[in-house]
């Protein structure tokens, strides 16, 4: 099958807009209004356990923007002064793009209650970028048994998986993270060359790959068609794929995988900054990072250290051991090299 074509910028990456509009019953001075953008996954999992009880609970009406592509969203707010967004979840890459073209207000993190329970590294990134994370993900292997059996990202280029693998698209959240896993392939460390021998991987994996996919729900289909066998996919996505394919099996190879945190903004513009801070702190608390971090939830790992989470609740999570073989990518190097990359990339991947 041809590969797909990507279009970084199409305006139909944006799947939902103006969503929810939730307030609260009650007797109590209005709580105000706050508009939030965030990722166009498990929507009817964020409605019901973080957008609707947040609104309940502070007496805020909460209007909702769902999209595919966070950077699309973040470019398209960047060239509309009027946008009446208030806060955005964006993945990490998104966190050092916005914050280089100030689109983010600068955070008072003695309004943030529970960031004192953030760990030293997501500190450091909340104050290197002017963001908030609220969870941590990372990139591992979806597979079915019945078909195929792996362990580790070099088999990935077995010619037994000729035409069977899907993979994330250089644009997307992990997209870095798969050409950094060519280089690793070809051991070489891609700041070393500028990602030369990951091309050259990337060329080398290519008959194998059936789609570089732009979203992760594109994947369930693929599985129940049996037109792929194997894709590379961030561990949020694996509730929802395992709820329509419940034979997939998921790993995380031994030798490491690479993280990426999502973070919470306030932009420039937001006229209901105390609404803001309300919303992130609510993010952050306990309570809600234990709520969120369930499978039926938004499968989303706490990066609150009050929460812990026994073996069975952290499957599947960059939790435990899966977090101790985490590497966070350099995301100032990423992004100062991403348009080059994906002229590169379109030119072998998807053409």
Request: with cysteine.
């Amino acid at each position: 099958m041809k590969i797909k074509k990507v279009c970084l910028m199409a305006a139909s990456l944006i799947v939902a807009g103006a969503a929810i509009a939730t307030s609260a019953c009650s007797s109590k001075a209005n709580g105000g209004k706050l508009v939030v953008s965030t990722f166009g996954i498990l929507t009817k999992q964020m409605r019901s356990d973080v957008l609707n009880p947040f609104a309940k609970k502070n007496n805020v009406k909460v209007s909702a923007q769902f999209t595919a592509d966070t950077t699309t969203s973040l470019t398209q707010i960047e060239h509309n002064p009027n946008s009446s967004v208030d806060v955005i979840e964006v993945a990490q890459k998104n966190a050092y793009a916005g914050t280089k073209k100030k689109l983010y207000k600068k955070v008072d993190f003695s309004k943030i209650k529970d960031f004192k329970y953030l760990s030293s590294s997501e500190q450091k990134l909340a104050k290197d970028t002017g963001t908030v994370p609220y969870t941590v993900n990372s990139v591992g292997i979806i597979y079915n048994p019945k078909k195929v059996h792996i362990t580790e990202w070099d088999q990935l280029w077995s010619k037994k998986l000729k035409s069977k693998i899907a993979i994330p698209d250089i644009v997307t959240t992990f997209g870095p993270a798969m050409l950094y896993i060519a280089g690793r392939h070809a051991k070489v460390d891609v700041p070393s060359d500028g990602g030369k021998a990951a091309f050259k991987a990337m060329k080398e994996l290519k008959p194998n790959v059936v789609k570089t996919y732009d979203q992760s729900s594109d994947l369930t289909n693929m599985f129940k068609t049996g037109e792929i066998s194997v894709a590379v996919v961030g561990d949020y996505a694996i509730s929802m794929l395992q709820a329509t394919n419940p034979g997939l099996k998921y790993i995380v190879p031994a030798s490491g995988t690479y993280s990426n945190s999502n973070v919470v903004a306030i932009l420039k513009n937001s006229k209901n900054t105390d609404a803001a801070y309300k919303y992130i702190n609510f993010r952050l608390s306990e309570a809600i990072q234990k709520r969120c971090a369930s499978a039926k939830s938004l499968n989303n790992a706490p990066v609150n250290t009050q929460v812990k989470l026994t073996p069975a609740e952290a499957a599947n999570k960059t939790y435990g051991d899966v977090a101790k073989r985490a590497k966070s990518m350099n995301f100032f190097y990423v992004n100062s090299h991403l348009s080059s990359w994906v002229n590169q990339w379109n030119k072998i991947m998807n053409r």
